[in-house]
Every structure is written in structure tokens, then in C-alpha cells.
């Protein structure tokens, strides 16, 4: 399995970045996948989430209503669209599949990508 992720910059703060995830070597279509960051100094935290169908998705409250997660399994591909970004969205971005989608969390899934860096200026 590998998952590359690309789309991470610099930008200003209210600015916009959209971060991609392709998938390949795995059914990509059978997974629920999530987006995880990690700001120097603090723990990994699991940022959004979306089923296997793109039906149901999760956010952290601190980015609720600012970042839309989607997937296309056409392209195997997931997506994670951040508006009006903040100084505290900086951080390595990464791609997680395989895990656990329920009602209430997704559990960590087994793959990761190597992850891509997102500051945000004030």
C-alpha cells in the first residue's frame, strides 16, 4: 500500500490549500481513510475522516466548517479542502487508510503516507 500525499504550502492566514491523497495497491474503494496533523511539540490528532462511500464523514471540532474531506474512488483519491486557514492549522498533514469507521470515531488504520507540510502565516 502506498499513499502520497501533495497540495501542502505556505499561504496567509484566511487563505485556502486543498491536500490530495493517491492511493495505490489496495482496494481503495473498500477503505475509510482520514486525514491526521501533527504541529512540532504535540501529538498526531486525527483531523477528518470519511467512509468507505463517501456518504459519512467526521471533523475535529477546530476544523468543523472550515475543512470539507471528500474522496473520488474513481481516481483513488481523497481530498481535504481547508478554508480560512489559521496560524494553529500549521502542521504535517497526513494520510491514514484502513481504519475503523463508525458512527462515533474512526479508528487508526494500518497505512500512512509520509505526510505534508502545511504553514499558515499570520
Known amino acids: 500500500v502506498q499513499l502520497v500525499e501533495s497540495g501542502g504550502g505556505l499561504v496567509q492566514a484566511g487563505g485556502s490549500l486543498r491536500l490530495s491523497c493517491a492511493a495505490s495497491?489496495?482496494?481503495?474503494?473498500?477503505?475509510?481513510m482520514g486525514w491526521y496533523r501533527q504541529a512540532p511539540g504535540k501529538q498526531r490528532e486525527l483531523v477528518a475522516a470519511?467512509?468507505?462511500?463517501?456518504?459519512?464523514?467526521k471533523y475535529a471540532d477546530s476544523v468543523k466548517d472550515r475543512f470539507t474531506i471528500s474522496r473520488d474512488n474513481a481516481k483513488k483519491t481523497m481530498y481535504l479542502q481547508m478554508n480560512s486557514l489559521e496560524p494553529e492549522d500549521t502542521a504535517v498533514y497526513y494520510c491514514?487508510?484502513?481504519?475503523?469507521?463508525?458512527?462515533?470515531?474512526?479508528?487508526?488504520?494500518?497505512?500512512w503516507g509520509q505526510g505534508t507540510q502545511v504553514t499558515v502565516s499570520s
Open positions: 491514514n487508510a484502513g481504519g475503523l469507521y463508525t458512527s462515533t470515531y474512526y479508528g487508526t488504520g494500518l497505512y
Open positions: 495497491g489496495m482496494t481503495f474503494s473498500l477503505n475509510a
Open positions: 470519511i467512509a468507505s462511500g463517501g456518504g459519512r464523514k
